[in-house]
């Protein structure tokens, strides 16, 4: 701190502190999305990670490699191995554990072997000769110890904390040339080849995760969803690891694209319970589904315009002051048999709650009523006021995300009239019934069908299930990958 006194340093202690107070802003931040890896989703990674790895080796190729052998009194031999490719390769399944002392994984190979062929060719002196080799690497083991982190832009980071190597024996054959003169330097050869790849395992592990590691890097954390939402999804702490999960925790936060505007309510921290018996469990916060509420509400977009030629045309009424006017008794007095349109908003902006089975949305808007006049200008008649509130349920069935709502609630009131007052009783008890069964019906119909799970090209969920929690929803899952066509 003592820096911080000498003159010339304002600058940097202002620039500090800004730091501070920019990090505590996003470090105070809950997730509303959270994903839990658990120990059955690692193995199958490390299941499907090791078919791979297995495909690959196969296609691998290596560079030459070349080196000086010392033969003693006789001085040394400049060789070089090309042309390298392995014939036959045996990965014994690695183990992959969580491993909370790093907050990351621990992965060991024991026991690989590999077969290789290649050519050779050697100079000693002036004698320049070639031929074929056949080289066998017995017991090759790799522990790999890798840390998961967060860089400052909300992005999982991975790196190397340790790495140990060991090949316990190698075999070459060479063939070919004058091969019988070098066969018995071949001891030499190996203590310097065994050296080699043993030096160049954990160099490689380490280029493996810092390609990684620029992947993670390179991904977005925002999501346009369409033309008025973003998804922000940069991860909010660091991943916790204990022995039997990884969760990592998300933003999880739609924002209207143009005005990016915070909505006046903050996501509540929630406990998801770990689901061993699934690979994977991702939880939602009702802040979630909020935010997008509030981003298309500060959008202007849950407003609606309705008019005889739109919703009408289904019901055999019309809307005209003569079919409202049965409400209003002197509607059709001041404005005789005109045609009418409604404009429908929200007052505020609805609000989801999740609770234990059931999904909860009040809705309150308004709707505002004018009489089409026949030189084309549009008179206000009122507007009436109205609160709604759903519940619904939601579940998985068949691959599909499905679920069906009910109207719990429905008033309705005379907020201004141009026409003077009116009862809404009987035009509430209407809509009501016309609600339940036109809109509800239509409603759970879709929903009846269902939408099917997000799917990826290599990747799909079976055996999914979801819960409603309180604050949030659950959904656990298994996955199939399929690395060939
Ligand atoms: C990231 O987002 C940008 C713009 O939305 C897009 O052009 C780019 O392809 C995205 N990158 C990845 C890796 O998805
Ligand atoms: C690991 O952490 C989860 C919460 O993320 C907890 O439910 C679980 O009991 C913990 N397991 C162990 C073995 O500590
Ligand atoms: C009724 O609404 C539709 C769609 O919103 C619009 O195209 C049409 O012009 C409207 N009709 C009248 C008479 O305003
Ligand atoms: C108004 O509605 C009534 C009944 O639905 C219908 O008989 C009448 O023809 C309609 N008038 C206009 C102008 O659409
Ligand atoms: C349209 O007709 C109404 C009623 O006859 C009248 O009050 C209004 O001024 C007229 N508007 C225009 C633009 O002519
Ligand atoms: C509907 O809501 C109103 C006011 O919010 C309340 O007075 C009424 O009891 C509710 N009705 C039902 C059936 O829950």
Not at 95 to 120: H, R
Not at 232 to 242: A, E
Not at 352 to 371: C, I, N, R, T, Y
Not at 382 to 402: A, H, P, Q, V
Request: hydrophobic content about 40%; overall charge negative; charged content about 15%.
């Amino acid at each position: 701190m003592c820096c911080f006194h000498q003159r010339g340093h304002s600058n940097m202690l202002l620039s500090v502190l800004l730091l501070f107070t920019s990090l505590s802003c996003t470090c105070g931040e809950n997730p509303a999305i959270q994903f839990i890896l658990s120990n059955k989703g690692l193995q199958y990674g490390k299941h499907v990670g090791t078919d791979w790895i297995q495909e690959s080796l196969e296609r691998v190729t290596f560079p030459d490699i070349s080196g000086e052998v010392d033969i003693g009194l006789l001085g040394s031999i400049d060789y070089t191995l090309s042309d390298i490719t392995i014939i036959k390769c045996d990965l014994p399944e690695p183990t992959v554990e969580f491993y909370p002392d790093a907050t990351g994984f621990k992965t060991s190979v024991q026991g690989l072997s590999i077969a290789l062929t290649g050519g050779w060719r050697t100079h000693y002196h002036i004698i320049d000769i070639s031929g074929s080799f056949e080289m066998a690497i017995f017991n090759i083991n790799v522990v790999s110890v890798v840390e998961l982190g967060k860089d400052p832009n909300g992005h999982l980071s991975v790196s190397s904390v340790s790495c140990d190597a060991d090949v316990g024996d190698v075999d070459i054959q060479f063939h070919g040339g004058a091969s019988w003169i070098f066969q018995p330097f071949v001891r030499y050869f190996k203590r310097h080849i065994t050296n080699e790849i043993q030096r160049n395992i954990c160099p490689n592990v380490k280029g493996i995760l810092v390609n990684l590691e620029s992947y993670l890097q390179s991904m977005n954390v925002s999501f346009d969803v369409d033309q008025v939402l973003t998804l922000d999804l940069p991860l909010t702490g660091l991943p916790v690891i204990n022995a039997s999960g990884l969760n990592l925790g998300f933003k999880g936060e739609f924002y209207n694209i143009k005005t990016h505007m915070e909505p006046p309510f903050k996501a509540q921290p929630f406990t998801m319970s770990e689901q061993q018996g699934y690979m994977f469990s991702v939880g939602v916060s009702e802040f979630t589904l909020n935010s997008a509420a509030y981003a298309y509400y500060s959008a202007g977009l849950f407003q609606a315009d309705i008019n005889d030629s739109t919703v009408f045309q289904y019901v055999h009424v019309h809307l005209n002051t003569t079919t409202v006017g049965k409400f209003i008794p002197q509607l059709p007095h001041m404005f005789p048999d005109q045609l009418m349109s409604l404009k429908f908003y929200a007052r505020e902006v609805p609000v989801f709650s999740f609770q234990p089975d059931a999904v909860k949305l009040g809705f309150q808007g308004a709707v505002k009523a004018f009489a089409l006049q026949p030189n084309g200008t549009q008179s206000p008649l009122f507007t009436l006021s109205f609160d709604s509130k759903f519940s619904g349920k939601m579940y998985i069935s068949g691959e599909r995300l499905k679920g069906s709502i009910q109207m719990d609630n429905f008033t309705l009131t005379l907020a201004a009239s141009e026409v003077g007052t009116f009862k809404t009783d009987a035009l509430e008890k209407v809509l009501t019934i016309g609600i339940k069964f036109n809109v509800v019906t239509q409603v759970n119909k879709k929903l009846g069908e269902g939408f099917p799970l997000p799917r990826m090209k290599r990747a799909q969920l079976v055996n999914s299930v979801l819960n409603v929690e309180e604050g949030f929803i659950a959904m656990s899952s298994d996955a199939e990958v399929v690395l060939t066509d």
